[in-house]
């Protein structure tokens, strides 16, 4: 019986597509992969929160206080008072009635979209949202329409397709993670209110870097009111773990007696528990780190155009070099790290065929220094394997 699974295994070695895990030990900018120092261009670290003292110390504080586990789901006896403090905090921040605290950015997604779409709804999702969106839109056995990436001709047209009589919801990633683009959140918004659909946004790479006291991207566009439900995680740009739903209160309190993903799991550890509440204050006032951050990319970036490199439609602080073929791209990731530069390969199915990458992604912690020394390191690779002349 195991040879099926080895065949498949083989299968993916051949295609260079077989993922390995590698022991990290991160201190920030920088990680240990495999017992070597690199620099650390693949972190979702992105205010460089997750080494924060102020959420270090409020993590321990909340291990001493509550304990090591939560022992329950909350709707059992995992509910800490600190659960009261944090979404009241949340809400404020996000200007919303209402939020909600979940155990990850993946059981959030697989929880929202089964919890409020069924076999009468149809789901309408960007081609390239995240997998957990694309999960929890199979679990809820509603209808799925796939509108082409960002093309919100296309996604017209489906809508208009669509029966009016059924529940619809579109939903979309606000800054895409493999391609560091951005959805055309306004248009998204227009058509939600022209159709009468839900709008759900995934905030996962843009909460703590977008808006002014880092809201999220649609408050940095300033149509938040309009999207109906928020979510985002914490375990990205605000450094600790766990992810939220923001909302009225009518959806909160829905989801609190619908999502399975919710009821039946043991709540987050205190100490995650304790650094979410110490990120939510933090990240509001990292105005510093936003603008270093912002500033960092946009130099990383246009660096890396002006080398020759194709950068896609990246307007972020995820980059990405797009190579080609896989073997390439794991080719181009393994000479980084023989130069000290720890960043990912990307493969099919993950990004389209063709199009396998090496996805940087920046910190508001790294230096101006620190990139151009890791642009010639990229450059050089880049000119070994061909990939600019
Ligand atoms: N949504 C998006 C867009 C993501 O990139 C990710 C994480 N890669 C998630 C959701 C899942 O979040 P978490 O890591 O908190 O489970």
Redesign the pocket.
Known sequence: MWHDFHAQLDELAEKAQQRKLYEADSDGCFVWLDGKKLFNLAS?NYLGLANDERLIEASIRAARTYGAGATASRLIVGNFSLYTEAEAALAEWKGSEAALIVN??????VGILSAIAGRDTVIFSDKW?????VDGAILSRAEVKRYRHNDIDHLEALLQKTDKQKRKIIVT?T???MDGDIAPLAELVRLKETYGALLVV?E??ASGVYGEKGEGLVHHLNIAEQVDIH?G????ALGA???YVAGKKVLIDYLINHMRSFIFTTALPPAALGAICAAVAVVQEAHDRRRQLHELSVYFRTRLQALGFDTGPSITQIVPVIVGENDRAVQFSRRLQERGIAAVAIRPPTVPEGTARIRFSLMATMTKEQLDWALVEIAEVGKEMKVIS
């Open positions: 979702n990850s950015g993946y059981t959030a997604n949202n995240h997998a957990s969106i990633d800054v895409f993670s995934d996962a790479h979510m995680t914490f375990s990205k773990f766990g992810a």
